[in-house]
């Protein structure tokens, strides 16, 4: 006997190309979930900057994991939540997965909002992605062998996608994590120093670590390119959650999953072997 049921209907996974939801998918896939990928170019558009594709992407669903873009902490992200829970409502969806931030007071808020839709729910707070320097805005600061941060000095428990996408995945089909708000980390924190560090050891480069003020750094995000609404991200990550609030680890995954979560160096191992950090003549 089991304290959980698993279902098998359609589970509409939002941001479903991304970090974490193409994760969500392969392994709902896998193991045999219908699946309908929210993006905007999936074969039922999903956008949530336009609201008529709301409808049509819930219909049929029986779960829903949200992962809103681009972060909960920007403006306007609670009334986007609270009218796309009330859709899915409406739709007739029995069960909402939140993808929220650590230590954002924004999250805690659409966080609220789930949680008093009237439907079935689970929170996955989660900290900062360490893919983010792989999959994200620091992939090219890694290959150009110079990773300049504005905090060099504040601990950070990074969390592996990998372990994201599993507690996703269970709250989305089994319904023993009702009700449950996992915080997810991984099991050390480390400096992003120490981070890059462990980087340029498992690829055998020399990749420096340069602290920069929060104006420097959105002038060299600025100078690679990197979107506006990224760069204004990242500075409220660097200014307000990676200010050492977040600095503890977290039981989430042990929690949801029985296990420990995957550490940094797994990762970092990992990603190397994959040779997305290779240069040329590696």
């Known amino acids: 006997m089991t304290n959980s049921t698993t279902h098998q209907h359609l589970i509409l996974v939002t941001g479903g190309t991304g970090k974490t939801g193409s994760r969500i998918v392969t392994r709902l896939r896998a193991a045999g979930h ?85 439907l079935d729910w689970t929170v996955v707070r989660c900290s900062f992605f360490a893919q983010n320097f792989s999959e994200g805005a620091f992939t090219d600061y890694v290959l150009a062998g110079e990773v300049a941060l504005p905090n060099g000095d504040v601990p950070e428990p990074f969390v592996h996608a990998d372990d994201i996408a599993d507690v996703a995945v269970a709250a989305l089909t089994e319904d023993a994590h009702k009700g449950e708000v996992y915080e997810l980390t991984g099991p050390r924190a480390l400096t992003f120093a120490e981070a890059v560090a462990e980087i340029a050891a498992a690829t055998e480069r ?20 990197v979107p506006a609404d990224v760069v204004s991200l990242l500075d409220y990550l660097f200014g307000t959650v990676l200010d050492g609030r977040n600095s503890a680890t977290a039981d989430g995954v042990h929690r949801a999953l029985g296990r420990q979560p995957k550490d940094f160096a797994e990762y970092v191992r990992d990603a190397a072997g994959s040779g997305v950090w290779n240069t040329p003549g590696q």
């Open 34 to 118: 219908p699946v309908r990928i929210g993006s905007r170019t999936a074969d039922v558009p999903f956008d949530w900057e336009d609201h008529a594709t709301w409808t049509p992407a819930l219909t049929g669903v029986d779960a829903v994991y949200i992962a809103y873009q681009p972060d909960l902490a920007v403006p306007g992200a609670p009334v986007a939540i609270g009218s796309f829970a009330a859709a899915a409502k409406a739709a007739g969806v029995r069960k909402l997965v939140l993808l929220s931030g650590r230590g954002e007071p924004e999250a805690l808020e659409c966080e609220q909002i789930v949680q008093d839709s009237g």
């Open 206 to 225: 020399e990749i420096a670590y340069i602290p920069l003020s929060r104006t420097d750094f959105i002038a060299a995000l600025t100078e690679y390119h």
